[in-house]
Nanobody
Framework: QEALVESGGGLVPPGGSLRLSCKTS????????MAWYRQAPGKQREWVAS???????DYVNSVIGRFAIARSGAEDTVYLQMNNLEPEDTAVYYC???????????WGQGTQVTVSS
């Protein structure tokens, strides 16, 4: 069983919206800071957004005002709401969990997001 399972990717036109989900299991969710990264073809993986264990969010400049990260303790799930998507947002999106104290990281398998008309 995977510790992090992403879902919600797909194909949308420019200006469209998607909501990604990352369901956690087998990790102590409340002890982890959660994040989303993405990797476009031919590019390095880049950090997109994160949310600390206490709910504090942070974003890369290029998505501020368009993306929103949130976490649900009851569901052990972190979400990434993506609005006004641009072709440059096309990438495989990965969920990441980092333990608050040990810094141990866990990665999901990724979900494809394609923004194209």
């Amino acid at each position: 069983q995977e510790a992090l399972v992403e879902s919600g990717g797909g194909l949308v036109p420019p200006g469209g919206s998607l909501r990604l989900s990352c369901k956690t299991s087998e990790i102590a969710y409340i002890f982890h800071n959660m994040a989303w990264y993405r990797q476009a073809p031919g590019k390095q993986r880049e950090w997109v957004a994160s949310i600390r264990w206490d709910g504090t969010p942070d974003y890369v400049n290029s998505v501020i005002g368009r993306f929103a990260i949130a976490r649900s303790g009851a569901e052990d799930t972190v979400y990434l709401q993506m609005n006004n998507l641009e072709p440059e947002d096309t990438a495989v999106y990965y969920c990441n969990a980092q333990h608050r104290f040990t810094a141990h990281e866990t990665w999901g398998q990724g979900t494809q997001v394609t923004v194209s008309s």
